[in-house]
């Protein structure tokens, strides 16, 4: 039988795996569904990046949301309106703008998922455990994108979508059933307290300290690159490197590294923190370094070869290594933050998304200015990561601010 705090591990993660599963699905499937509806590069890039804008809309609302009504609660609506915007999207797929206005429905409900599971994780995971949630947590994310990459090619692009969009409802019955909020006078209550615990904090305070801003802008480096593999690998692998639909499965295996890299690197973080008496910050800060730098140089390699097999190596050696900004910045909210982790990543992640909604018409852009070369949009791409990864190392903090 499994801990309560296992308990909440698991069904958060797998609430993730559902998430991430049902946002790589388009991606895949935009490539027949353009054949057989003839849309072009802008409209491809205005379907991929309209999740972003409903994705980057809902962020407060559920972090905010979870704080007044209970991560429960929250959760739940937020799976049945990702999970319905995903079953039907093959009714709306005819029409170019109600299929963007469903892609803009399902950012809007994955938008409330995840502040809303780092508002749980603050109150019902203690720290010596975070490390090893927030890779789990990450991991399944990308276990549900490498279980998406390798099934969605042998589907029809509508049963896609109708069988990942079921999959959300399933995981409701579950989740009322089994999980068990605990609530005090006026929220959940906490498993380990925080030193202060001050609930009521203006909103100019979220945006007026740096140890909060590294956070940010860290998590802003990480989603630029990680949007763009999330979003054009397929397209990129198919037209530029020759892959056929068979070779389309090759996707799977930088998600399948991300997963793996994630769930080792949560667990040899907590053991420095308890074995080896590193401190929080240090740990933190070596997470992030490896998510950021490693990343940024090797989806350089990536962009400078045309081997189909060596790129599918260098891109996986990338996602992979991003995954350790789980045990890094994406698990300091719950220290500096705890009361307030939920909003915090949401503004974050509000943040982070502003690239989800700049990759799809930005990377069509710079490409076609290009007459089809690429390079530029990876070598901006690792700029980005670079940056993120000073700002993180000099301005960062473990202790409480809000």
Not at 70 to 83: N, P
Not at 320 to 335: Q, T
Request: overall charge neutral.
């Amino acid at each position: 039988m499994l801990s309560k705090t296992s308990q909440t591990i698991a069904l958060c993660s797998f609430a993730n795996f559902i998430n991430s599963a049902d946002r790589v699905i388009m991606p895949i499937a935009i490539v027949p569904m353009t054949d057989e509806y003839r849309w072009d590069l802008h409209g491809q890039g205005w379907v991929l990046s309209s999740f972003a804008v409903g994705y980057m809309s809902s962020q407060v609302i559920g972090g905010s949301g979870a704080k007044k009504y209970g991560g429960k609660t929250i959760l739940t609506i937020a799976v049945l309106l990702w999970s319905f915007s995903t079953f039907l999207v093959p009714f709306f797929a005819h029409s170019i703008n109600a299929l963007i206005m469903s892609r803009v429905l399902l950012g809007l409900g994955e938008g409330l998922g995840l502040p809303t599971i780092f508002h749980i994780f603050s109150h019902a995971i203690p720290s010596e455990e975070r490390s090893r949630a927030f890779a789990y947590l990450v991991a399944f994310g990308s276990i549900g994108q490498t279980m998406a990459s390798v099934i969605c090619p042998h589907l029809s692009w509508q049963w896609m979508f109708y069988l990942f969009g079921s999959l959300g409802v399933l995981w409701v019955i579950l989740w009322t059933i089994v999980y068990k909020e605990v609530r005090g006078p006026f929220e959940e209550e906490f498993v380990e307290p925080p030193k202060v615990n001050n609930t009521n904090v203006s909103w100019s305070a979220f945006l007026c300290h740096w140890p909060l801003w590294s956070t940010y802008i860290a998590h802003f480096s990480m989603n630029w690159s990680n949007y763009i593999i999330m979003q054009w690998l397929p397209t990129y692998m198919t037209r530029s490197l020759g892959a056929d639909q068979s070779h389309i499965m090759f996707t799977a295996v930088p998600y399948l590294m991300n997963s793996v890299v994630g769930m080792v690197a949560g667990h040899y973080a907590d053991s420095l923190i308890t074995r080896h008496k590193w401190t929080i910050l240090s740990v933190r800060r070596l997470m992030t370094s490896i998510g950021l730098l490693g990343p940024g140089l090797f989806i350089l390699f990536f962009s400078a070869v045309n081997n189909l097999p060596l790129a599918v190596i260098f891109v996986s050696i990338s996602l992979g290594l991003s995954a350790c900004n789980s045990s890094g910045h994406l698990s300091n909210h719950a220290e500096i933050a705890p009361n307030h982790a939920g909003i915090t990543f949401a503004i974050s992640n509000t943040l982070a998304t502003i690239p989800g909604i700049l990759c799809g018409p930005l990377t069509a852009e710079l490409v076609m200015q290009s007459h089809g070369r690429w390079f530029p949009v990876f070598i901006i791409a690792a700029g980005v990561n670079f940056v993120g990864a000073i700002i993180y190392l000099s301005q960062s903090a473990a202790s409480q601010i809000l």
